[in-house]
């Protein structure tokens, strides 16, 4: 009788740990999910520091080379969603490229020879100069630079030979000497190790 009464006392206890556990557990839930809400929250103010700190860090940098602070948050107002950017759009040595190339086009050399040399030379700065941005070595970069650099001073070398043996005026190769001359400053600075 003795053992029968030691062995319902562990039963009972048995039981009464596994009624504790359970009320442990109903406890426990309310205190896990309360945890997993603090630690979303947490992480999203972390996240919202996050980009705190890496504007803060734009705008130091963006300081240090002389550049407003502003041009950074008005770059970002005006493009918010746009997902197809081409990275070459932004170099201003691109830009001014295309305008060499607009420049060449509107010559109106017309010997035919001249006008193809000097277009194709035009064509392949601004190719060149998109080719390089895409490139991620950086001297690999620099040397098709280089090349687009070559081909914008070509380019206005066409134009001048035009003006000076009369296929076109001599002030669309004076323009076309001024941008070429700013295209290849910027390649010029592009190239230049860092």
Not at 112 to 134: F, H, P, V
Not at 152 to 175: D, L, T
Request: aromatic content about 4%; charged content about 30%.
């Amino acid at each position: 009788m003795l053992y029968r009464a030691r062995g319902e006392n562990e039963k009972e206890n048995e039981k009464e740990k596994e009624n504790e556990k359970e009320k442990e557990n109903e406890k426990e839930q309310p205190r896990a999910s309360l945890r997993l809400a603090l630690r979303l929250h947490l992480e999203k103010d972390l996240s919202s520091l996050r980009s705190r700190f890496w504007v803060r860090a734009v705008v130091v940098v963006r300081h240090r080379f002389g550049l407003p602070p502003s041009a950074f948050f008005e770059e970002a107002e005006t493009m918010p969603n746009e997902t197809t950017f081409v990275l070459h759009e932004k170099l201003i040595a691109w830009q001014v490229a295309c305008e060499l190339l607009r420049v060449v086009r509107d010559a109106r050399i017309t010997d035919a020879k001249l006008r193809d040399q000097a277009m194709r030379a035009a064509q392949s700065a601004c190719l060149n100069i998109s080719e390089a941005n895409g490139r991620s070595s950086p001297a690999d970069r620099r040397r098709v630079f280089a090349i687009a650099r070559g081909e914008a001073a070509e380019a206005v070398g066409a134009v001048q030979v035009a003006a000076i043996s009369g296929s076109c005026g001599e002030a669309v190769a004076e323009e076309a000497r001024r941008v070429g001359a700013r295209v290849v400053a910027l390649l010029s600075g592009l190239i230049r190790p860092k």
